[in-house]
C-alpha cells in the first residue's frame, strides 16, 4: 500500500486559505489521491479528489503535482467549521488506508 | 451525496455480551462495505472487509471469531462485537464503496462503544 506523509498538525486564521500539503511518493498510477476529514467524534467525510489534473469543487481545491508524489489541499477561506484531521489517501478501488492526518485548527 | 447510516450511535454493555452494529447505505448498493476502529487521538484502524454474500477478509491482528460480519444484502452490513470486554470500547466506524467512473467511499457516522 502506498505510504502518504502529512504534517501531524497546522493552524489557520480564519478567512485565510488553509494549504495542506500531503507526500504520496510511492503511489501507482492507477490510483487517485483522495482527502476526507473528520471533524471530531464523526466519520469521515469527502472532501475532493483527482488522478492528475488539479480538481476543484465548492468544498475545496486540489492540486497535484505533475510527478504526482504530492498535493495541496486548499481551502480558500477557512471557517472554524473547518477544524478537523484532514487525511490524504492514495486509491483506486481496494480499500482506504488511513494515515495520521493533519490536525488543522482554525482560530478566529 | 450518498448516505451511509450507521446504527446505534452509541451503546454501553457490560462485560460478556454481546453488541451488534448495522450499517446501511440509504440510496446506493454497495458490494463492499469496510468496518473500521478508532481509539482516541488515533487514526481509524480497517478491522476488516465485508462482502455481499461471501466472507469477510479481517485484517491481520483482528480476530474473526471476536468481531462477526454478516453482509447479507448490497445495503446492510453488521458488525457484531461477542464477548465484549472493556478493552473492545472504540469508535466504530463503517464505509460503504458506490462504484461508478469514480469509485467513492461513504462513511457512516460511527458508533461509540462503551464496555462495562
Known amino acids: 500500500d502506498a505510504k502518504t506523509t502529512q504534517p501531524p498538525s497546522m493552524d489557520c486564521a480564519e478567512g485565510r486559505a488553509a494549504n495542506l500539503p500531503c507526500n504520496h511518493s510511492t503511489i501507482s498510477g492507477n490510483e487517485y489521491v483522495y482527502w476526507y476529514r473528520q471533524i471530531h467524534s464523526q466519520g469521515p467525510q469527502y472532501i475532493i479528489h483527482g488522478l492528475k489534473n488539479n480538481e476543484t469543487n465548492e468544498m475545496a481545491s486540489l492540486i497535484i503535482t505533475e510527478d504526482r508524489k504530492s498535493s495541496t489541499l486548499i481551502l480558500p477561506h477557512a471557517t472554524l467549521r473547518d477544524t478537523a484531521v484532514y487525511y490524504c489517501l492514495p486509491y483506486n478501488t481496494d480499500k482506504l488506508i488511513f494515515g495520521t492526518g493533519t490536525r488543522l485548527q482554525v482560530f478566529p | 451525496g450518498a448516505v451511509v447510516s450507521q446504527h446505534p450511535s452509541w451503546v454501553i454493555c457490560k462485560s460478556g455480551t454481546s453488541v451488534k452494529i448495522e450499517c446501511r447505505s440509504l440510496?446506493?448498493?454497495?458490494?463492499?462495505m469496510f468496518w473500521y476502529r478508532q481509539f482516541p487521538k488515533q487514526s481509524l484502524m480497517l478491522m476488516a472487509t465485508s462482502n455481499e454474500g461471501s466472507k469477510a477478509t479481517y485484517e491481520q491482528g483482528v480476530e474473526k471469531d471476536k468481531f462477526l460480519i454478516n453482509h447479507a444484502s448490497l445495503t446492510l452490513s453488521t458488525l457484531t462485537v461477542t464477548s465484549a470486554h472493556p478493552e473492545d470500547s472504540s469508535f466504530y466506524i463503517c464505509?460503504?464503496?458506490?462504484?461508478?467512473?469514480?469509485?467513492?467511499?461513504?462513511f457512516g457516522q460511527g458508533t461509540r462503544l462503551t464496555v462495562v
Open positions: 464505509s460503504a464503496n458506490r462504484e461508478g467512473r469514480d469509485t467513492e467511499a461513504f
Open positions: 440510496d446506493f448498493q454497495a458490494t463492499t
